[in-house]
C-alpha cells in the first residue's frame, strides 16, 4: 500500500532526482510547480515501482500526475499501486494532468472513462530557437518592441541572478509593487506573493533566474527550471512603465538558459484575458494538452437494478430487511467464516447492531463498490456471493459463502457459477477473480471447477474466469 509524505521544501531534490529527465513537458511535472503551488494542490509523494508518485488534493478530490519512470521505473506497476491505494480508500484512481504521450495507455487501460482537456490549462509551448532568435514576420512587433526598450535604456544588459543577488531582487519586487496593476484580484495578489516566496530559493540549484538590468537597477526578472527536453518558465515580471522590456528579457533569457532545450513552456494563462493575448502574441508552437481521466467501473455504467439470478435450485436477489436475521447469523458465524478472508466486524468501523452489515450491504452497492447476491433456497437465505474490488480495468474478484447447514450439497458452486456468469455477461467485465486459503481445500476443490487456476502465493491459491 503506498504510503504519501506531504510535499515540503526539502523534498525538492528528491522531486528532480525525477523530473530532471523527465520528457513529458507539462509544468505540473516540475519541482518549482509542486513547491509553488503548494498550499492550493496540496501535493503528497510517494515511491512505488521506481516510478514517482504524485497525489495532489483539490476541492477535496484526490487526483493522481500519471506516474514519472525513474531509470528502471515501471509505469503500469506504479498505475496499478494507484489503483489498488484508491480501491483500499473506496476513490476512484483520477489520473489528472496526462501528457498527450501518455493518453493512448490510459485509453487502453480504461474500458469506461470520462476523458477532459480543458483549454483553459493548457500550456504554451515555444521551440526555443523561435524565442532566442525572434525570426520571421509573425516576430516583427516582438523586434520593434525591444529597439524601443535599448533605445530608451541603451546600457541595459541580462544578468543572471543568484542567492547573492536577493538584495537586488528584494528591490525589484517594491518597485513592482508600485505598478502592480491587479492588487484588488485575490488571485492575481496570490500568484505574486507564491512567485516572490518561489524566487526566495535562488539557491537550489535547479533553479535558473535572471532579468533586464538598466544601471544598478532590476527591470525584470524570470526563473526556470530544465524538465527533460524542455525549459519551464516558472516566473516571468516586469516593470510596465519599461517598454519593450518584456520581449527583451524573453529573448535574453532563452539565449542565456535554454542551452539545448528543444522546448520552452511558459505555462498556461488560467484564462486571463491579458495572459492569453500575451502568450499567443509570441507564437507558441502548440499548447499542450493535459488530459483528465476518470475511469468508472462496470457496475456503475451497466446496472441500475440488480437483477434476480436462477439457477436448477437457487435464486440469487437483492438482500432485504427480512433477511437481516439470517444475514447476521451467516456474518457472524465466525467457525464457518474462518476461511472468508474477509473482517466483516473490522470492516464496520463501529459497534455491531441490528442493521450494520445489511447497511455496509446496501452502501457499498449505492457506491458502486460491491454487489451482494442473497443465496436463497425456497426463498430462505442460506449464503451470499459478493461481486467487488472492480479494478476500474474490467476485473472484480467474486466471493461465495453457504451457512453450515447447508454446506456439501454443491450450493456454493452452483451460486458461485451463476454469479460469475453474471459478471462476464451482465456487467461485461473482462475478468472474474477469486481467491482461497490454501487450507480451504473444499473452496479450492469448487472454484477448480468452474475457474481456470492463476497462480498461488505463501497463503492463496488463485483463479480466473475470462470471457
Known amino acids: 500500500m503506498l504510503e504519501f509524505t506531504t510535499i515540503a521544501a526539502e523534498h525538492g531534490a528528491l522531486l528532480r532526482g525525477y523530473y ?3 520528457n ?3 509544468c505540473e511535472y516540475s519541482a518549482g510547480t509542486k513547491l509553488m503551488w503548494g498550499e492550493r494542490l496540496h501535493p503528497a509523494f510517494a515511491e512505488a515501482a521506481g516510478c514517482l508518485i504524485i ?3 483539490l476541492e477535496g478530490e484526490f487526483l493522481f500526475d500519471y506516474p514519472v519512470p525513474g531509470p528502471e521505473g515501471d509505469e503500469d506497476a506504479a498505475l496499478s499501486a494507484i489503483e489498488d491505494w484508491c ?6 484512481p483520477v489520473i489528472s494532468v496526462v501528457p498527450a504521450v501518455k493518453a493512448p495507455r490510459l485509453l487502453q487501460r480504461y474500458p469506461y472513462v470520462g476523458v477532459r482537456n480543458v483549454r483553459t490549462w493548457q500550456d504554451y509551448l515555444y521551440k526555443a530557437e523561435d524565442l532566442q532568435n525572434f525570426t520571421g514576420r509573425r516576430y516583427s512587433g516582438q523586434r520593434n518592441h525591444i529597439k524601443k526598450f535599448f533605445a530608451a535604456c541603451p546600457g541595459a544588459e541580462f544578468k543572471p541572478l543568484t ?5 537586488l531582487v528584494n528591490r525589484f519586487w517594491e518597485d513592482y509593487g508600485q505598478e502592480f496593476a491587479k492588487a484588488d484580484d485575490p488571485r492575481a495578489a496570490t500568484e505574486l506573493e507564491l512567485a516572490k516566496r518561489t524566487v526566495g530559493q535562488l539557491d537550489k540549484p535547479w533553479f535558473f533566474c535572471g532579468g533586464m538590468m538598466s544601471g544598478k537597477k532590476l527591470l525584470s526578472l524570470a ?3 530544465r524538465c527533460g527536453d524542455t525549459l519551464i518558465i516558472h516566473i516571468e515580471k516586469a516593470l510596465y512603465s519599461y517598454v519593450g522590456v518584456y520581449p527583451a528579457m524573453v529573448q535574453a533569457f532563452a539565449r542565456h538558459f535554454a542551452g539545448d532545450a528543444v522546448w520552452l513552456n511558459r505555462e498556461d494563462d488560467a484564462a486571463d484575458r491579458g495572459l492569453r493575448t500575451s502568450k499567443l502574441q509570441y507564437g507558441p508552437n502548440h499548447l499542450a494538452p493535459k488530459y483528465h481521466f476518470a475511469p468508472q467501473n462496470e457496475l456503475l455504467c451497466h446496472v441500475k437494478t440488480l437483477p434476480v439470478l436462477t439457477t436448477e435450485r437457487l435464486t440469487l436477489s437483492e438482500l432485504t430487511e427480512e433477511d437481516i436475521p439470517a444475514y447476521n447469523a451467516l456474518v457472524l458465524d465466525g467457525e464457518r467464516n474462518q476461511w472468508w478472508g474477509y473482517d466483516d466486524v473490522a470492516g464496520l468501523g463501529g459497534p455491531v447492531e441490528e442493521r450494520s452489515f445489511y447497511e455496509v450491504a446496501k452502501r457499498d452497492y449505492c457506491n458502486c463498490a460491491a454487489v451482494n447476491f442473497a443465496i436463497r433456497l425456497e ?8 461481486l467487488y474490488h472492480f479494478d476500474y480495468r474490467g476485473d472484480a474478484e467474486l466471493g461465495c459463502r453457504i451457512a453450515g447447514e447447508y454446506g456439501g450439497h454443491g450450493y456454493g458452486t452452483e451460486a458461485f457459477t451463476a454469479a460469475a456468469e453474471w459478471g462476464l455477461y451482465g456487467v461485461h467485465l473482462t475478468r472474474v477473480v477469486a481467491k482461497c486459503f490454501k487450507e480451504n481445500e473444499a473452496s479450492r476443490k469448487m472454484l477448480a471447477s468452474c475457474m481456470r487456476p492463476a497462480g498461488e502465493d505463501e497463503t492463496y491459491y488463485y483463479f480466473e474466469k475470462k470471457v
Request: glycine residues 12%; hydrophobic residues 35%.
Open 163 to 167: 542567492a547573492e543577488d536577493m538584495p
Open 20 to 22: 530532471e529527465t523527465c
Open 223 to 225: 526563473l526556470a527550471e
Open 379 to 386: 426463498g430462505k437465505l442460506i449464503g451470499e456471493a459478493v
Open 24 to 26: 513529458y513537458g507539462l
Open 87 to 92: 480501491m483500499e480508500k473506496g476513490v476512484p
Open 55 to 57: 497525489r495532489n488534493e
